[in-house]
Every structure is written in structure tokens, then in C-alpha cells.
């Protein structure tokens, strides 16, 4: 049964514009799970997406739909999840803030003619007619192109029993509307002007959010405008452009000087510099050649190159970077649960304490007008000779205003929109939220040797010469024979003495001798670079080189002998070595407070050498990949649960995982990468100072989000309770409170991310 059960998944994904804070997308989350057959469901706000994913025996995509808007929000797209795109969700969120402000100025033009006669009627000369012109200019502010929209998702909230933010809104701007048309009857001051100002006042935030939200995840619109769009592919020998969303793997692309490269592939032909700054955040461009790999939207500086297509569409890097980041935009934080049962509950208890500020009024005005009188000492709006039902109308209305909890169900997501933005930006790709919380507490960072702290792959580290021979003539004649061998350590020799300005000549009789090295004759001479056995062989004595061959082994280093001849020339070392960032790296987690430890299969010798080189606090040598997830808990009992994992390698994924944060090396393997918290998209340490550094800010962040939304609304409703507080000036607050989360949030852009030099 369950399997026939599964056979029927299907997944939907919707684009809600309104979805804008997490108190929306908490109400739609009910409304859905409501509708039988949901399995699963995920809100993300900050691209206004849903996702369900339900058992199609039981409903449909459309029935979803349904509940959406009977929640009283607006479905803009519904479409196959494998068939959703980035650039539908920017258009839907353009199209979003066209209709916002299109709103918004349909509104305005009324709300500011009334605020153009208001001033005159009351301070100066009566506008014989006033109350009927008020009345007609409001109506459609209130009721029709600007109001509207707010009423419906009111109603469909209230009947789905559920209260969105447009209930308060219509509460606080329909009864000053109907109120005032009392005035035709009765002799009575006019509440028509203020429903057109909440009405309108409610719009300018409305926009001002949705344009603030925008600027909060523009991360993600940059990346999705750096792609290119259209590519020049080889087909049957000729030059043909096609778009870039055709393209397959395999097919050859020819990619000219400064044009941007369409997708992840391999160089085949030409040389060139990469401006890879999308993806490392570093400005340097990098040299690149044949068999060498390149990302997709990277910049070719000079010179045509030819690349194969590795990875096309969802399967690219930049495609790949964008999921990450929307799902760190979307992905909730711990501490959020807390105020996200809070807010669930607010507005019915706001509509609660505005009924039974109404009523208190009522019966008790007596108790309200020396606070008036006090008020109206500073605040030029509080009349304390106003009558109870007018005094009870206002401070219901401007409680109903001022609650609006849009700051509190901002407070989160716009800090984690701009902080994973700032890290994608920097080459840290945060997975979660959860991920952000706990990265701050980390007491402990474990890191792999090879690859993390060291480059991965071997360098000539010293050369030696003996009397009678410079180093440079040692180091040529060592590349020019070890140019006939693929392995690794003779490659790296090669490489280091091209790096050097040396001609490698070649060699002829090239000879490998299994386990003792490799010989051949260069100018007349033979040419011996290998073990000590290889030189005993041959009658070779090593003279002073034994001492500095034993040294150099005990750094760990794989130590050459170099023979030209009949004697010893010098030696040659190699070695994985350390990359230029990580002593700063853990010297300012040191900084920080981190205990740093190595966990390496290597043996106690070479990791104890690398240890003190960088200075490492702890290392666990000899340990077997399945060894480390052992060590990881080990670790989590010594010092909490507090520990994060740097690795790179397939057998790095279950220790990753094992840990409390996992941290990938983005050159890594794809394996490791799934199995992280943090993805770092160059191998540098200092990625991972930067990610925590930047976790600690976010996270501070959202409290202060928090704190101050909260302590906005708990401090101005009493004050709007008691009548100090006029409604218009209550709007205008809420949208402040608003716009100053979405602006604390900004500020994160100016995080010092440093690493100790």
C-alpha cells in the first residue's frame, strides 16, 4: 500500500506575490495542509514559491490552488516543479510590484486631494459639500482599485479561519468609511479622511516592502542575469548560434575574447585567462588551458578558446549556486520557531485587545481623559475633549493599524536573503538557516589534511646540490629525465622546472626501474634520479647528501637522489604542500576561539610536520575514512555539540554529515558537496573563517530584527490602547517598523568578513 501510495506523488510549486513574510507564508502553510493527501510542503518567501508535494488519489494541483487563495492570497503561477524556472520567478515578482504600484498611485491622486481640502475645511473656511466629496473621492481608495484587493484576501482569510495582515488593515480603514457617512444623519466629526489615508498609507508600504524585499535578494537576480544566453557551437564543421538552454553535453563551443562562457565544460583547444570572480569572488583572473575545467558564465579575457559542454541547464554550477542560495533564503532558523508560534497567534489577539479597548472605552472613558490631557501637552493629534465613542472608535482603529506584525514575519528572512546573498557572492554558499545558527556556536573545526589544508597534489619543495653542480642544474637534469614518467611526483618535478624559466630537454634510452626510479642519457651522460638503492646499484656513493636525505624524510617530504654520471649531482624534494591561506586561516579561528584539529589516514610523522607548520591545536593520524565519523563523535563528547567538518573528498561525505556543520571544498567531489551545511566554491581556509564570521552577523542580525519588531508592537499598542495614538499616525509607524527591519537587514552588506594577515 505504501508503495502504490508513493507511485502517486506528484509535486506542484506555486508563485504567490504576496507571500512576502513568514507570518503569509505560516497562514498558507495551514491553509494547504488542511486539504487531504499533502506530503509535503515547503514555503520559500524569498522567491514567493511553494512547493507541495501530495498523493495524487487524494487531490490535485488545482485543489492547492483553491486553498491559496481561499486563504485570501493570490496564485500567480502554478506550474511541473521539473519545468520551474529562475527567470519565471523574477517575472512574477516584477509583474508583482507593477501591480503594487500601479495600486498605490490609483490611491494616492484621491487620498491626496482629500489631504488638499482637509486643511482648509478644518483650519480655515467650510467647502460647502466637503463630507460628499470626501465621500467620493474615498470610495475608490478604500473599496475599489486601491482597497479591494486587501478586503477579498481579508474575507477569504476570515471565512478559511485564518487572520492574514489584510484583516487589521480592513478593520482599521471599513468602520472610519461607514462611520462617517453618519455625518449625512447626524452632526459628527468625519473618519472618511483617515480610511483613505490607512488605505493609502498601507499601499506606500506595501510597495516600499516588496521594492526593499527586492533589493534584499538581488543576489539571486544577479546571478540568474550572469549567465549568457546564447552560445556558438561547432555542428558539422561550421559555426552555428543557438540558445543556451539547447546545448548538450558534448558539443564543442567556441568562446572568443571577452564573451562569457555558456556552460561548465572542458577546454580542448587554446589558452586563455578566466575571470572566474562569479564564482571565487577573487578579481584575478586565472590562467586556463587544455584539460582544464571551466564554469559556465565565467569571462574569457583573451584569446579563442574551445570547450566541451560538461553540464547543461539545472546540472551547472551557477544552477547549482542559485538552488543553494534560494534554499538558504527559504529554509527557516531555529530561533525562529519561538516567534513564529508567537505571530500565529497575534493577529486573533490583536483583534481581541482592539474589541476590548472599544468596549473599556465605552465604559470606563472616565479613566482615559487625564491620560489625555497629558498627552495633548506634547502630542498635537490627542484632543482630550473628545466623546467616549469617538475615543473608543480611535483607539480600536489604531490598535487595529499599529499591530500589523509585517516587521515581525520580516525579521528573519530578509537577514538570511542579504547574508546568504553576501556569501554567495563571496564563494560561501549556505545550504540552511539552521546551518547560519549553528555556525556561530562553533568550539571546534576539523579539517581533512589533503586538499583542505594542504593543495592536494604534490610540488617540488627543495633542490639540493652537491659541489661542482647548481641547483638549477640539478633540477634540469632531474625534470628532463623524469618527463618520460606519468607519476604524479615526476610530473610535479617537471612542472616546477618549467615554472622556473628551465628548457626541458629530452632525454634518450629512458629506462623506468620498478621501485628505484628512472634513467636516461642527457648529453652524453647517463642521468640516474631515484632511491638509495637505485645509486647503490650503480656504485654511487652519496657523500654529504645521507644527513639532508634523512631530514627531509622526516618532514614528510618524498626525497629524490640525483646522479649525473658516476657521481651524486644533489637531490630533489616533493611534497603536498601548504596553501599561502591556511596558517592565517587558523590563526584567526584561534582569534575566534576555535579549537582546531587535523584528522588525516596519514601517517603520525608527516601530520605531525603539517600540524606545526600551520599550528594546529590536535591531530588524529592514521585514521581510516570510515574512521572519521568515530573521531567526529569523539570530538562532539569531548567538546559538545559544537563541532564543524572541512572536507573534500567521497570518503569526507559521512563524517560530514556526522558533524554539526559539514563543510565542503568547492573543488571538491559532488558527493561531499551534497552531504555539507557550507559549500566554499574555492579550497581556501579562509572561506570558512568568512562563513562563520558571516553566520555570527546574520545571526545577530535576526535578533535584533526580532527584539525591535517585537518590541515595537508590545510598546505601541497600550499607547495606541489609551488614545495617544492617532490611527493615521499608527499606519505611517507600521510602515517604518517595516521598512527599518528590511534596512537593519541591508546593513549586513557592511559585515567585516577578516581574516588575520
Known amino acids: ?78 506550474e511541473e516543479y521539473q519545468t520551474t524556472g529562475h527567470t519565471s520567478d523574477a517575472a512574477s515578482e516584477d509583474r508583482y510590484l507593477a501591480r503594487a504600484w ?15 481640502l482637509m486643511g482648509p475645511h478644518m483650519f480655515w473656511q467650510p467647502i460647502p459639500g466637503y463630507l460628499a466629496i470626501v465621500a467620493v473621492l474615498a470610495f475608490p481608495v478604500v473599496f475599489l482599485f486601491g482597497g479591494w484587493a486587501t478586503h477579498v484576501s481579508a474575507w477569504r482569510s476570515l471565512t478559511n479561519r485564518t487572520a492574514n495582515m489584510d ?24 473618519f472618511i479622511e483617515m480610511a483613505a489615508t490607512i488605505m493609502t498609507f498601507h499601499l506606500i508600504g506595501r510597495y516600499l516592502e516588496a521594492r526593499a524585499k527586492g533589493r534584499a535578494s538581488q543576489a539571486i537576480k544577479r546571478l540568474i542575469t550572469m549567465g549568457a544566453k546564447t552560445a556558438t557551437v561547432l555542428r558539422e564543421g561550421d559555426e552555428v548560434e543557438v540558445p543556451v538552454a539547447e546545448l548538450q553535453p558534448g558539443d564543442i563551443m567556441l568562446v572568443r575574447p571577452g564573451a562569457k562562457v555558456p556552460t561548465d565544460g572542458d577546454i580542448v583547444d ?111 493629534w490627542v484632543n482630550p475633549d473628545i466623546s467616549p465613542l469617538m475615543g ?39 545550504r540552511s538557516g539552521e546551518a547560519i545558527q549553528t555556525l556561530k556556536d562553533i568550539k571546534v573545526v576539523v579539517l581533512d589534511k589533503t586538499g583542505t589544508i594542504t593543495r592536494g597534489k604534490p610540488a617540488l619543495t627543495d633542490a639540493v646540490a652537491l659541489e661542482g653542480f647548481d641547483e638549477e642544474a640539478v633540477l634540469r637534469a632531474a625534470a628532463a629525465v623524469e618527463a618520460g614518467s606519468e607519476h604524479p611526483l615526476a610530473q610535479a618535478i617537471v612542472t616546477s622546472a618549467r615554472e622556473r624559466g628551465l628548457e626541458v630537454p629530452e632525454v634518450t634510452k629512458f629506462k623506468s626501474l620498478t621501485a628505484r626510479g628512472v634513467q ?19 656504485g654511487i656513493s652519496l657523500g654529504d647528501l645521507e644527513e639532508r636525505l634523512t631530514a627531509l624524510e622526516t618532514e614528510g617530504k618524498t626525497a629524490m637522489l640525483v646522479a649525473v654520471g658516476e657521481r651524486a649531482a644533489g637531490l630533489v624534494a616533493v611534497a603536498d604542500t601548504i596553501k599561502e591561506d591556511s596558517k592565517a586561516a587558523i590563526a584567526t579561528m584561534h582569534d575566534l576561539g576555535i579549537h582546531v584539529v587535523m584528522v588525516t589516514g596519514d601517517n603520525e610523522r608527516t601530520a605531525r610536520h603539517v600540524a606545526r607548520q600551520v599550528g594546529l591545536d590536535e591531530v588524529m593520524a592514521g585514521v581510516l575514512p570510515e574512521g572519521k565519523v568515530d573521531a567526529i563523535r569523539a570530538l562532539q563528547d569531548k567538546h559538545g555539540q559544537h563541532v564543524a567538518m572541512v572536507g573534500d573528498g567521497i570518503n569526507d561525505a559521512p563524517a560530514l554529515k556526522q558533524a554539526n ?25 579562509t572561506r570558512v573563517v568568512e562563513a562563520i564570521q558571516l553566520s555570527k552577523a546574520t545571526f545577530r542580525k535576526i535578533v535584533e530584527n526580532l527584539f525591535w519588531a517585537w518590541a515595537y508592537n508590545l510598546a505601541a499598542i497600550p499607547v495606541a490602547a489609551v488614545g495617544l495614538l492617532h490611527p493615521m499616525v499608527g499606519v505611517i509607524a507600521m510602515t517604518a517598523s517595516s521598512l527599518s527591519v528590511i534596512g537593519n537587514s541591508l546593513l549586513l552588506k557592511r559585515a567585516k568578513l577578516e581574516v588575520r594577515k
Open 167 to 190: 484583516v487589521l488593515i480592513s478593520m482599521g480603514s471599513l468602520p472610519p468609511y461607514l462611520i462617517g457617512l453618519l455625518g449625512f444623519i447626524y452632526q459628527m466629526t468625519s
Open 392 to 430: 473608543a472608535t480611535l483607539a480600536m482603529i489604531a490598535v487595529l493599524v499599529i499591530a500589523c506584525p509585517c516587521a515581525l514575519g520580516l525579521a528573519t528572512p530578509t537577514a538570511l536573503m542579504v547574508g546568504s546573498g553576501l556569501g554567495a557572492e563571496r564563494g560561501v554558499l549556505i
Open 661 to 685: 556543520v559539514g563543510i565542503a571544498i568547492g573543488a571538491g567531489a559532488d558527493v561531499a558537496i551534497e552531504a555539507a551545511d557550507v559549500t566554499l566554491v574555492t579550497g581556501e581556509l
Open 102 to 116: 500601479k495600486r498605490l498611485w490609483i490611491a494616492a491622486i484621491p487620498a491626496t486631494l482629500i489631504m488638499v
Open 270 to 380: 587554446g589558452n586563455s585567462h578566466l575571470d572566474e570572480s562569479i564564482a571565487t569572488g577573487e578579481s584575478v583572473p586565472v590562467e586556463k588551458g587544455p584539460g582544464d575545467a571551466v564554469i559556465g558564465a565565467t569571462i574569457n579575457k583573451e584569446g579563442l578558446l574551445k570547450i566541451r559542454a560538461t553540464r547543461v541547464g539545472a546540472d551547472t554550477f551557477l544552477s547549482q549556486v542559485i538552488k543553494l542560495v534560494e534554499e538558504a533564503q527559504g529554509s527557516k532558523v531555529p530561533i525562529q520557531e519561538f516567534a513564529d508560534r508567537l505571530t500565529g497567534y497575534f493577529v486573533p489577539a490583536v483583534l481581541v485587545i482592539a474589541l476590548g479597548t472599544f468596549v473599556t472605552w465605552l465604559a470606563f472613558a472616565d479613566i482615559f481623559q487625564p491620560i489625555l490631557h497629558w498627552g495633548a501637552g506634547f502630542l498635537p
Open 1 to 78: 500500500m505504501a508503495s502504490r501510495a508513493h507511485d502517486r506523488s506528484q509535486t506542484t510549486s506555486f508563485t504567490i506575490p504576496g507571500m512576502g513574510s513568514d507570518h503569509c507564508a505560516g497562514i498558507i502553510s495551514m491553509s494547504i495542509r488542511r486539504v487531504p493527501g499533502i506530503e509535503k510542503l515547503d514555503t520559500n518567501i524569498s522567491n514567493h514559491r511553494v512547493q507541495v508535494t501530495f498523493d495524487a488519489g487524494q487531490t490535485d494541483a488545482q485543489s492547492i490552488r483553491a486553498a491559496v487563495e481561499r486563504a485570501g492570497y493570490e496564485v500567480d503561477a502554478s
Open 520 to 538: 636516461g642519457e642527457l648529453d652524453g651522460e647517463t642521468v640516474r634520479v631515484g632511491s638509495r638503492r637505485l645509486l647503490d646499484e650503480a
